[in-house]
């Protein structure tokens, strides 16, 4: 059976990508109680990683499309910690999103836009979250974005 997020993610005509195996020393994510801490997924699709400067070669497009691809792999190790029941999130409660961008570049919320805009389409109002966006003068591999995810669980 199919369940309401999955039927959501249908509709949106959205396909998760497979849950990104962690690339050091840690796990993708863990559960404490009710509550699903997933790692920090870095910005990559089918191509391979999405990298880059926001501010020196992509703009705040780019790096808004680059925040989509990171919750798209958010929301597909969120399906993997619950047993592939995407309807036992209650609420995306907090995301830390990372840019890499140049000094001057001051649109890190608009960049993790990208992110936020996905989870509310998908999700609903239990979407909307507390959020951080911050710059980074690199991340790993190269990428754009590199985004961390707390949810709540049914």
């Not at 309807?87 to 999103?97: H, S, T, W, Y």
């Not at 990372?98 to 992110?115: H, L, R, Y």
Request: charge should be negative.
């Amino acid at each position: 059976m199919t369940g309401t997020i999955d039927a959501r993610l249908a509709e949106l005509k959205i396909e998760l990508p497979d849950a990104p195996m962690p690339a050091a020393n840690y796990v993708p994510y863990v559960i404490s109680g009710s509550m699903l801490y997933v790692s920090g997924q870095i910005s990559q699709n089918a191509a391979g990683l999405i990298t880059g400067k926001v501010g020196a070669g992509l703009d705040t497009a780019a790096g808004a499309a680059a925040a989509r691809q990171c919750a798209l792999s958010l929301i597909a190790q969120a399906k993997a910690a619950c047993g592939g029941d995407l309807d036992r999130i209650a609420r995306v409660v907090k995301l830390v999103g990372f840019v890499n961008s140049t000094p001057e570049f001051i649109d890190q919320p608009q960049v993790i836009n990208g992110a936020s805009d996905l989870f509310v389409e998908v999700f609903g109002d239990a979407g909307r979250h507390a959020r951080s966006a911050v710059s980074a003068g690199s991340l790993p591999r190269g990428v754009a974005v590199e985004i961390e995810a707390i949810f709540e669980l049914r």
